[in-house]
C-alpha cells in the first residue's frame, strides 16, 4: 500500500530502497522557503542499519504489512533462540538479536507473536508484563521512607529494576519488560 510521505508515522514498516525499515521517529518540518518535508529516522528490519531520509509530500513510500503468527518459546542455544509454532508444532531458530533486550525476561514456555515478513521472522513481540522474583534488594535507608524512592533490585533472571522501599528480596512483582520498569506485586 502506498502512503505519501508526511502519512509516516512512527511504528510504521515501510519498503525504502530494497529494504524493510521500521519508523523510530518522525519530525514534520515546514521552511519558510521550499515545500514541507518529513524527516524519518527508520531502523532496517534485516541488518540493524539506522538512517534518516527526508521524504516530500509528493514522494510515495510503500508501507509493508507484516504477518503475525503465535509462537511459544522453547529455549537458548548459544546466540540462537528456538520457538515452535503454536499450530503446526514446527520449530524455528532465530537469533537473540532480533529480540533485543526483552530476551532477559523470556522464560520457558511463553507465549510470544513473531511479525513475519516472506516467511522470514523479523521481530518478537513478548506480553507487556511479566512476573518476576526479586533476588536481591538493597536494604532501605532509614529516613528515606517518607519520600517516593526507590531501590535497586535484581530479578530472578538478572535484570536490575527500581522498586518502591517495602518490596524485599523473595517478592515476586509484576514488572514491564520493554520499559524494564517495576508495575506493581504479583498477587
Do not use: C
Not at 110 to 118: K, N, P
Not at 141 to 163: C, E, F, W
Amino acid at each position: 500500500m502506498k502512503i505519501s510521505g508526511v502519512d509516516i508515522r512512527p511504528g510504521n514498516i515501510l519498503e525504502y530502497e530494497g529494504g524493510i525499515w521500521k519508523v523510530a521517529k518522525i519530525q514534520h518540518t515546514q521552511p519558510g522557503k521550499g515545500g514541507a518535508f518529513m524527516q524519518v529516522e527508520m531502523k532496517n528490519l534485516i541488518d540493524g542499519r539506522k538512517t534518516n531520509v527526508r521524504f516530500r509530500s509528493a514522494d510515495t513510500v510503500e508501507r509493508v504489512r507484516l504477518d503475525t503468527k503465535d509462537f511459544q518459546y522453547l529455549y537458548a542455544e548459544g546466540d540462537d533462540l528456538v520457538f515452535m509454532d503454536k499450530d503446526s508444532y514446527e520449530q524455528i531458530t532465530i537469533k537473540k538479536d532480533i529480540v533485543g533486550e526483552a530476551g532477559d525476561f523470556l522464560t520457558d514456555g511463553m507465549d510470544v507473536v513473531l511479525e513475519l515478513w516472506e516467511e522470514r521472522p523479523i521481530s518478537v513481540e513478548l506480553p507487556e508484563h511479566v512476573e518476576a522474583t526479586i533476588v536481591e534488594a538493597d536494604a532501605v535507608v532509614k529516613g528515606q521512607t517518607a519520600s517516593s524512592s526507590y531501590k535497586p533490585a535484581v530479578l530472578d533472571n538478572g535484570v536490575r529494576v527500581m522498586v518502591p522501599p517495602h518490596i524485599t528480596s523473595g517478592t515476586r512483582i509484576v514488572v514491564h519488560v520493554y520499559d524494564r520498569e517495576y508495575v506493581k506485586r504479583a498477587d
